[in-house]
């Protein structure tokens, strides 16, 4: 997969690689230490996003470098005349040498330090924020005893004052390179505001990480181009889709957009196919057939445009197929679904159709064998019957599993969820900065895929279409919720008329701008 890099903070990065950048990095740092440069940073935040003069800072420092980064930061804010109170949580002799550094520096600000209990058992402050330095992207085990209470504590406290959190790196308790607690019982910072250093972690954008991280800032600390590899992995976001559809030539007709067909709606599940077939049309497709396995409708009296054909009457061969909306898995299935593998133009597949071939290895083996254009759209349980894995096993590791499914059946994969993921087949990553708990209802998904196949049908790559489908199906909903529809009660109908706008606006509004 090729994709232009825009901007720093797209490109998402593993811990082991921001070690090997830091490694490195740390051998050419100046008399400014890159500690110090952390500090400085998350003091600037800190008073960005609403620290007061007032009431004291509260700062969690930690016993690792994310502990003296809260050190530096307590030292930069001290110096600007705000007060500031530390938990010292590590041993002084386990710190390295610049976060000694950083913590006399601190002292020698006049700092005030409490111990842990004073501060969970004496009577409660009005702070202004909470910094929190316990842990960075180290993290190797599961915050316990009382640090797993101050977090408690501070979550708590944050809630009832309404104050902010920032937290240094990544909320202390998750894992940086999954997005999950450490463990399932683990307590995790519920940060307002993240500020992370070198370069954005993969782990605060996807899974849980999106609930803890809050707001994202992304701090480079001066590091020259040269220390960062090759990514692999990007946040898919709109500035990189603005030039991914181009605009309708006026010598145009319905054939020049493509024809798509919506293969599905088994008996009391006819709907999933609608929502799709209409997903379709409201995404710019040319003609739009809409083949169900139970007795098709006359016509979609909301949108008549669709065309109702009976399953067998389509024919695949120069078709883009969207298969699995309320398809079921019935012998007809089956059958339908081995017909569309073989023969289709270009391929979506979704919902029941993936459950089908999680439990067929022949159809396992002709879709691994499919040259075409083919695009995966699993939610997690879906994708844990395609590995034969466990749901847990699939959340607690996304990227890994979106690249194990787009290997083994050579497809453009996109793993739904908070953060969804999308996967080419060569490995490389995006994960989707759109969404919110609205698309946590039914039918959303059969739009989802109604959307990829409307883009695949007007010729987009097989990954272009499912980040560009992935983005604006997750930017309806936000655009809807901004307006106050939602999240509660959104419906996946009210989405469609959201993302013909905002197909639009990608084209068009981004045209006029140059």
Request: aromatic share 4%.
């Amino acid at each position: 997969m090729s994709l232009q890099t825009l901007t720093h903070e797209a490109r998402l990065y593993s811990v082991e690689q921001i070690r090997d950048i830091e490694t490195r990095a740390l051998a050419h740092q100046g008399e400014v230490t890159l500690m110090q440069k952390a500090g400085q940073a998350a003091a600037g935040l800190a008073i960005k996003i609403g620290a007061i003069k007032q009431d004291p800072l509260l700062i969690l420092a930690g016993p690792g470098n994310n502990g003296g980064d809260a050190y530096e930061a307590g030292n930069q804010l001290s110096r600007q005349g705000y007060k500031v109170v530390c938990i010292m949580c590590g041993e002084l002799e386990n710190y390295s040498q610049d976060a000694q550094a950083a913590l006399q520096r601190a002292k020698n600000a006049g700092l005030e330090f409490v111990e842990l209990d004073a501060l969970l058992h004496g009577p409660q402050q009005n702070w202004s924020m909470v910094i929190d330095g316990l842990f960075g992207i180290g993290l190797k085990r599961a915050p316990e005893a009382d640090i797993a209470r101050l977090i408690e504590f501070v979550n708590q406290l944050a809630a009832e004052l309404a104050i902010p959190v920032l937290a240094i790196d990544v909320p202390s308790g998750l894992n940086a390179d999954t997005g999950q607690p450490a463990s399932t019982s683990s307590a995790v910072i519920q940060a307002s505001h993240t500020i992370t250093y070198i370069a954005n972690k993969i782990g605060l954008h996807t899974a849980s990480g999106k609930d803890y991280a809050g707001h994202v800032t992304v701090n480079k600390l001066d590091i020259s181009e040269n220390f960062f590899p090759e990514c692999h992995c990007h946040l898919n976001e709109r500035t990189s889709l603005l030039h991914a559809l181009a605009p309708r030539q006026q010598n145009s007709h319905k054939g020049s957009f493509g024809d798509v067909a919506i293969l599905g709606g088994a008996k009391g599940m006819a709907g999933a196919a609608i929502l799709a077939a209409r997903a379709a049309q409201y995404s710019g497709a040319g003609r739009i057939y809409c083949g169900m396995l139970a007795e098709a409708p006359a016509y979609d009296s909301l949108h008549p445009e669709i065309m109702f054909r009976k399953i067998g009457e389509i024919a695949l061969t120069n078709t883009t197929v969207v298969i699995g909306p309320g398809l079921g898995t019935s012998t007809s299935a089956y059958g339908l679904l081995t017909g569309a593998i073989l023969t289709a133009k270009a391929l979506i597949i979704d919902a029941d159709a993936l459950n089908l071939i999680a439990a067929d290895t022949k159809l396992q083996a002709m879709l691994s064998n499919r040259n075409n254009s083919c695009i995966l759209t699993p939610h997690p349980l879906e994708a844990a019957r395609l590995l034969n894995k466990k749901v847990a096993d699939i959340q607690s590791n996304r990227l890994q599993a979106a690249q194990a499914l787009a290997r083994q059946f050579n497809a453009v994969v996109i793993l739904k969820g908070s953060g969804s993921v999308i996967c080419h087949p060569d490995g490389d990553l995006l994960i989707n900065t759109t969404g919110n708990p609205a698309l946590a209802s039914g039918g959303t998904g059969d739009v989802l895929a109604g959307i990829a196949g409307a883009l695949l049908a007007q010729a987009c790559s097989s990954i272009d279409a499912a980040r560009i489908a992935t983005w604006v199906h997750g930017h309806a909903a936000d655009a809807l919720v901004a307006r106050g529809t939602g999240p509660i009660g959104l419906t996946a109908s009210e989405l469609l008329p959201e993302i013909r706008s905002i197909i639009n606006q990608l084209v068009y509004q981004t045209k006029a701008c140059h």
